[in-house]
């Protein structure tokens, strides 16, 4: 294989294991400066340069985005996935979860459980948003933080709201989450690698600090993950988009809580407190996919006119409910059934003898029309532009804004 590592820190200890470990398995490996690309559209075929010259061919890109670079760094990432080169951290995955609020909006419609979390940018909204938390103490998030930066414990409302205020004033934009005091200062960072957890550590705060990331001083140890945090751990990565990943768990009284999904974890921890090759393990899963490059599903299968993608909800009431796929009538509509979702599990590509269920959601291709029969009437748009109407706009005595 011949691997490409994107990262701007050559000399960094989880770069230089990650190039260590490909050589070691005798794979070609070279460390590419992300900034020195070059995205060429002016082609028929999409490409790149790097450092002004044609890019040779890779099997295969690590990406190791900084924060600092995140937009044109999955620029590149979303070029080397236009030229079918795998990458088991797509630009779609690396967005996701470098934006704190998107990742949580993402996780929290599959049953992914989270310290309650509020998001408002009115001023008068904020003493509000905090009663919806549970109240004071909360941690306050910057969107884009990164080892503990911007991460703030404020123990009273008041004192939330000041905070809020000053950051609102330079145009940050925060979070306003629950602080789960049962967690005492520690998390658990699962090191996600394709379907399994690798290697998995237990990060403890020093002192006062609630924080417990390293960088913050934080001490780490090795942990035996229970099969719970193990099973929210892989699924968090891949409803995130990302087959190499660190998820950060809370230990709640309840179970894990999820924290955060981070695109480009550092190998250095993880290794010292486990004593796992864990960069070997990464550098194996992409030798192994190499072959099956990110697809856009929906890109690709929407070309043909008159055909796409949707998902298609088992209603109570549904007459489809108790029969198989294959006596359900959407294969004689022209509609293929890709995966069946039932509750936190998937399916993918079922049997016809499958029997549907109240509740269960199918991911099809097919015909629009025949589709669009089968989706609730809120969702279907007109299929031609209407006149303008005679009055365009309806007086009022009042303007109300909101």
């Given amino acids: 294989m011949k691997l490409a590592i994107l990262s701007r820190s050559l000399r960094s200890y989880s770069t230089q294991r990650l190039r260590t470990a490909a050589l070691n398995r005798g794979h070609q490996v070279k460390v590419l400066d992300t900034l020195r690309f070059g995205i060429d559209l002016t082609g028929d075929v999409p490409d790149l340069s790097f450092r002004g010259r044609p890019l040779s061919v890779y099997d295969a890109v690590l990406p190791r985005i900084g924060a600092s670079v995140t937009y044109f760094g999955t620029a590149v990432v979303r070029q080397f996935e236009q030229m079918d080169v795998y990458t088991p951290n797509t630009a779609n995955g690396i967005m996701n979860s470098r934006d704190k609020l998107r990742a949580t909006q993402i996780l929290s419609r599959h049953e992914i459980e989270m310290p309650a979390t509020s998001f408002v940018r009115n001023r008068d909204d904020v003493r509000n948003a905090i009663a919806m938390v549970g109240g004071a103490p909360v941690v306050i998030k910057l969107l884009e933080g990164t080892q503990g930066i911007g991460v703030i414990l404020a123990p009273t409302a008041k004192v939330a709201e000041a905070i809020i205020e000053t950051l609102h004033g330079t145009n940050q934009q925060v979070l306003i989450q629950r602080f789960v005091k049962e967690s005492k200062g520690k998390d658990i960072r699962a090191l996600v690698v394709g379907d399994r957890v690798v290697a998995a550590m237990r990060r403890r705060a020093q002192g006062e600090e609630f924080r417990s990331n390293v960088h913050r001083g934080g001490t780490v140890e090795n942990v035996d993950l229970d099969p719970a945090y193990a099973e929210v751990a892989v699924r968090a ?12 768990m809370l230990e709640g009284n309840d179970g894990p809580l999820m924290m955060e999904v981070n695109s480009s974890p550092g190998l250095q921890g993880i290794e010292a407190a ?34 796409g993608v949707a998902e298609i909800a088992i209603m109570p009431g549904s007459d ?29 590509n079922p049997y016809p003898s499958k029997v549907l269920e109240d509740g269960d959601r199918l991911l099809c291709f097919g015909r629009h029309e025949s589709m669009r029969s089968l989706i609730p009437a809120r969702s279907r748009r007109p299929k031609r532009v209407r006149k303008l109407p005679r009055q365009p706009i309806q007086e009022s005595g009042e303007v109300t804004l909101g």
Avoid: C, N, W
């Fill in 320 to 348: 489809m409910v108790g029969k198989t796929l294959g006596g359900s009538g959407l294969r004689e509509k022209d509609i293929q059934v890709l995966t069946l979702h039932r509750g936190t599990r998937v399916v993918p």
């Fill in 237 to 248: 990565a891949h409803i995130m988009g990302l087959r190499v990943a660190g998820v950060d």
């Fill in 274 to 307: 486990t004593k796992l090759d864990v960069a070997g393990a990464i550098v194996d899963y992409i030798a192994d996919q190499a072959g099956f490059p990110d697809i856009d599903v929906r890109q690709r299968l929407a070309v043909s006119t008159g055909y």
